[in-house]
């Protein structure tokens, strides 16, 4: 967490950061998950936006000349900052400051980094990942190839970043209610025909997801410091001991790849 649908949200958020210069970048803390660079200001600084996407759950920040990578880990936020009433928060790590705005970088955990690159193209972090599910290479036929000799539980093969991006543990659960397909299950064990059925679920939840702004469990916000609020769609996710809400079943909890994993018995085989 954040997941795709977060990281999207927050990319939508800052768009109107484009064209607008970097005038200095504020670090109070450097030690996240990879330790800022000390000149990361010295890179930044007077360099023009002039594209942001997503890879995954990677936020880039395309400026004219180089790239500045973030990855929120588990509990980071980005968040736009009044500059007349930017009083300082505690877990307030890092501050991107424009001409026009500010964007503080916000974590808890610290497990989140920023990361500058001058070429894309040569970030060992973006190489390896696997395609996009929301992109149309993204098919029932690519994702049974990939599965069908694995013994690895579903679950897992979704949530594998070299196979498919962004998919993180609340909408594979989510994904695989909706498809009636147990997480237990190995992925030889799935027909064409029910990946296909996956696939579609898939997309269907992260276009949901996207559209309600994510899903706020903890201290994910949105870049304008509101909620997501997917999660009063979620139908099993966090829902251990409550009703299932196709056939009134206990939804369960297990621990697949050190995740909790939640699921109806009856609904997924």
């Given at each position: 967490m954040p997941e795709l649908p977060e990281v999207e949200t927050i990319k939508n958020g800052i768009l109107k950061i484009i064209d607008d210069k970097v005038v200095d970048v504020v670090i109070r803390n450097s030690n996240l998950r990879y330790k800022i660079n000390k000149d990361l200001s010295k890179f930044c600084l007077n360099k023009v936006v002039k594209d942001i996407y997503r890879r995954g759950k990677y936020l880039i920040i395309r400026f004219n000349k180089g790239n500045l990578i973030l990855h929120f880990g588990m509990t980071g936020s980005l968040v736009f900052i009044n500059k007349k009433l930017s009083e300082i928060k505690k877990h307030d790590h890092v501050d991107i400051v424009f001409e026009k705005f500010l964007l503080r970088y916000n974590d808890p955990r610290r497990f989140g980094f920023i990361k500058y690159e001058e070429e894309i193209t040569n970030c060992e972090l973006l190489n390896k990942?696997?395609?996009?599910?929301?992109?149309?290479?993204?098919?029932?036929?690519?994702?049974f190839d990939k599965i069908k000799d694995k013994k690895t539980?579903?679950?897992?093969?979704?949530?594998?970043?070299?196979?498919?991006?962004?998919?993180?543990?609340?909408?594979?659960?989510?994904?695989?209610?909706?498809?009636?397909?147990?997480?237990?299950?190995?992925?030889?064990?799935?027909?064409?025909?029910?990946?296909?059925?996956?696939?579609?679920?898939?997309?269907?939840?992260?276009?949901?997801?996207?559209?309600?702004?994510?899903?706020?469990?903890?201290?994910?916000?949105?870049?304008?410091?509101?909620?997501?609020?997917?999660?009063?769609?979620?139908?099993?996710?966090?829902?251990?001991?409550?009703?299932?809400?196709?056939?009134?079943?206990?939804?369960?909890?297990?621990?697949?790849?050190?995740?909790?994993?939640?699921?109806?018995?009856?609904?997924?085989?």
């Open positions: 990942l696997g395609l996009e599910p929301l992109s149309d290479n993204f098919t029932a036929e690519y994702l539980k579903i679950k897992q093969l979704i949530m594998n970043n070299e196979i498919v991006v962004g998919i993180g543990n609340i909408y594979a659960c989510e994904s695989l209610f909706l498809s009636c397909i147990s997480p237990l299950r190995s992925g030889n064990a799935i027909s064409l025909r029910q990946t296909r059925k996956l696939v579609e679920c898939i997309k269907n939840v992260l276009n949901q997801a996207i559209l309600s702004g994510g899903s706020t469990l903890k201290d994910y916000k949105k870049v304008d410091g509101t909620l997501g609020y997917f999660q009063i769609n979620h139908k099993v996710y966090g829902k251990s001991g409550k009703p299932c809400t196709s056939c009134n079943t206990t939804i369960s909890e297990i621990r697949i790849g050190q995740r909790n994993t939640f699921y109806c018995g009856v609904c997924q085989i």
